[in-house]
């Protein structure tokens, strides 16, 4: 991020990947961005302060969440063409993915304004990368639709996939989710993961029959999911 003294300054909209549990995870490239950039866009200034205490850095926060991300996206740009940097960083993981922040980017790639990504934890390709299934091509589909027939059409279109398929999902629809893969999919190989790189970090390796006996034998669901469902031919 430091300009050459030589060369005018060329400020930039800097994606930041912060940890999606433990802070240990923060990349070193993150923390220096983090301590350089003028400003940082947060979507939630209250666990961004927490992730600025562990790396001993004070900034000015900024809030863009999803119900305001267009008209802060136009904030976050006129910054930028002031001579700021600004660091668009997310609860967890990466903007972007599953989280408020593509409307950001879209603008700022739109209107030329150079966007710089600085990789780290990402929570589907955590749980991807130790699933046992297979990651030569995958396909990521966000969260499952809420209601009951969009959801059993959402996982019948999963059935003609030729490649491992991952959703994310919370605890209250979590059970019915693994329900409605087993309905609609039959014996597929399911990998599930729960409060990755957490205290309570837990992981399922089965059938989805298997995966709904494991997910209902539990007294209390909490904390975010990933589901990842193999190929048709496993």
Same mark, same amino acid.
């Given at each position: 991020?430091?300009?050459?003294?030589?060369?005018?300054?060329?400020?930039?909209?800097?994606?930041?990947?912060?940890?999606?549990?433990?802070?240990?995870?923060?990349?070193?490239?993150?923390?220096?961005?983090?301590?350089?950039?003028?400003?940082?866009?947060?979507?939630?200034?209250?666990?961004?302060?927490?992730?600025?205490?562990?790396?001993?850095?004070?900034? @000015?926060?900024?809030?863009? =969440?999803?119900?305001?991300?267009?008209?802060?996206?136009?904030? +976050?740009? /006129? %910054?930028?063409?002031? !001579?700021?940097?600004?660091?668009?960083?997310?609860?967890?993981?990466?903007?972007?993915?599953?989280?408020?922040?593509?409307?950001?980017?879209?603008?700022? @790639?739109?209107?030329?304004? =150079?966007?710089?990504?600085?990789?780290?934890?990402?929570?589907? +390709?955590? /749980? %991807?990368?130790?699933? !046992?299934?297979?990651?030569?091509?995958?396909?990521?589909?966000?969260?499952?639709?809420?209601?009951?027939?969009?959801?059993?059409?959402?996982?019948?279109?999963?059935?003609?996939?030729?490649?491992?398929?991952?959703?994310?999902?919370?605890?209250?629809?979590?059970?019915?989710?693994?329900?409605?893969?087993?309905?609609?999919?039959?014996?597929?190989?399911?990998?599930?993961?729960?409060?990755?790189?957490?205290?309570?970090?837990?992981?399922?390796?089965?059938?989805?029959?298997?995966?709904?006996?494991?997910?209902?034998?539990?007294?209390?669901?909490?904390?975010?999911?990933?589901?990842?469902?193999?190929?048709?031919?496993?």
């Amino acid at each position: 991020m430091r300009p050459n003294k030589t060369m005018p300054r060329e400020c930039a909209l800097y994606v930041v990947a912060t940890p999606i549990g433990n802070l240990g995870d923060i990349t070193l490239r993150a923390i220096e961005t983090l301590k350089e950039a003028d400003v940082i866009a947060a979507e939630d200034m209250r666990v961004t302060r927490k992730i600025l205490s562990h790396i001993g850095v004070s900034k @000015q926060l900024i809030s863009y =969440r999803e119900h305001n991300e267009e008209k802060q996206a136009k904030t +976050i740009i /006129s %910054l930028i063409r002031q !001579g700021k940097n600004v660091a668009l960083v997310s609860d967890a993981g990466t903007p972007g993915i599953s989280d408020p922040g593509f409307r950001v980017v879209k603008q700022a @790639q739109e209107e030329g304004v =150079r966007v710089v990504s600085i990789p780290g934890p990402s929570a589907l +390709i955590a /749980s %991807l990368s130790i699933s !046992g299934l297979p990651t030569d091509s995958f396909l990521f589909l966000g969260f499952p639709p809420r209601k009951a027939g969009q959801k059993k059409n959402f996982f019948r279109m999963v059935e003609a996939y030729e490649y491992t398929v991952i959703v994310y999902e919370s605890p209250f629809r979590v059970k019915n989710t693994l329900e409605v893969i087993r309905e609609t999919l039959g014996e597929r190989r399911v990998f599930v993961a729960r409060e990755l790189t957490k205290k309570f970090e837990e992981t399922f390796y089965g059938t989805a029959a298997e995966a709904v006996s494991w997910i209902g034998g539990k007294d209390a669901i909490k904390g975010e999911f990933v589901i990842l469902i193999g190929k048709n031919n496993l």
